[in-house]
């Protein structure tokens, strides 16, 4: 179900001044992403062009320290790894909005497939081994989209590095009534109730926003890719407490019928 439902956004919706047309909300949604774009390109490429400078000043004064040039290489490569993020985020959120998504489904480890992820985020947030702890035993395998679900589990991990503060996160993977089910706690500020359900809107971002960024895309790509595969997403949190998120996913597609009313509002 495309995200344009109002029950799905409906704090998108409220933006909209009393008497404005579908246009003008349109406009100001679109106003809103590149401005979002705008700000989260700048960074990583500003970023880009000082290694870059950096790199022509070594070549200019003939330096030869290896350590120097790895160290630029590595921040060129974590930058051109967010941007290459961002962009795949967008192109993502745009095929989620026109309902097009269709999962590519294959037998999957989702024990296996967590440890992957985590690996691979820890090292391109440079986030310290001890601060994520994995909790997942072998043998949690269904029908699913690696892709997909990886995306999903990247999304969830990264939101709760982002606004975790610093602290301990964990993650299990274990077997459920529905099949399977992932945890992601962190030990953050928590979200209030009246944010828990928003925050899995499109382009809607909680807390310091400022300090952490974001284009407001993680968690409604996650959502949709859970809903995508016949599973749920939510959320357990509360002011100083932290958050956690929980992902339930059948291990097997559901039939058409069923897939269908799990998906209506």
Request: hydrophobic letters at 40%.
């Amino acid at each position: 179900m495309s995200a344009l439902n109002p029950q799905r956004t409906g704090t998108l919706d409220a933006r909209r001044p009393a008497g404005a047309s579908e246009h003008d909300g349109a406009d100001c949604l679109r106003d809103e992403f590149l401005t979002l774009a705008s700000h989260e390109l700048k960074t990583p490429l500003t970023s880009l062009a000082l290694q870059v400078q950096r790199m022509k000043r070594m070549r200019e004064r003939k330096a030869d320290d290896a350590s120097t040039w790895v160290a630029s290489l590595e921040v060129v490569g974590r930058q051109v790894n967010r941007l290459a993020r961002l962009c795949d985020d967008m192109l993502q959120a745009i095929t989620l909005r026109a309902g097009q998504l269709a999962p590519e489904r294959q037998c999957v480890d989702l024990a296996a497939l967590v440890r992957e992820v985590v690996a691979g985020l820890a090292v391109e947030l440079r986030a310290p081994s001890a601060t994520i702890s994995v909790d997942a035993p072998e043998g949690v395998v269904g029908r699913w989209d690696r892709e997909q679900v990886g995306r999903l589990v990247f999304h969830l991990v990264k939101n709760a590095l982002m606004f975790g503060e610093g602290r301990p996160i964990s993650i299990e993977v274990k077997a459920s009534p529905r099949g399977a089910q992932l945890l992601v706690r962190d030990q953050g500020a928590g979200i209030a109730e009246e944010d828990q359900e928003r925050i899995f809107a499109c382009f809607e971002r909680v807390g310091d926003v400022d300090h952490v960024g974001g284009l407001g895309l993680g968690l409604y790509i996650a959502r949709e890719i859970a809903l995508a595969h016949g599973g749920r997403i939510g959320v357990e949190s509360a002011p100083g407490r932290g958050s956690t998120f929980l992902v339930d996913l059948p291990l097997e597609p559901e039939p058409a019928s069923q897939a269908g009313a799990a998906r209506a509002p």
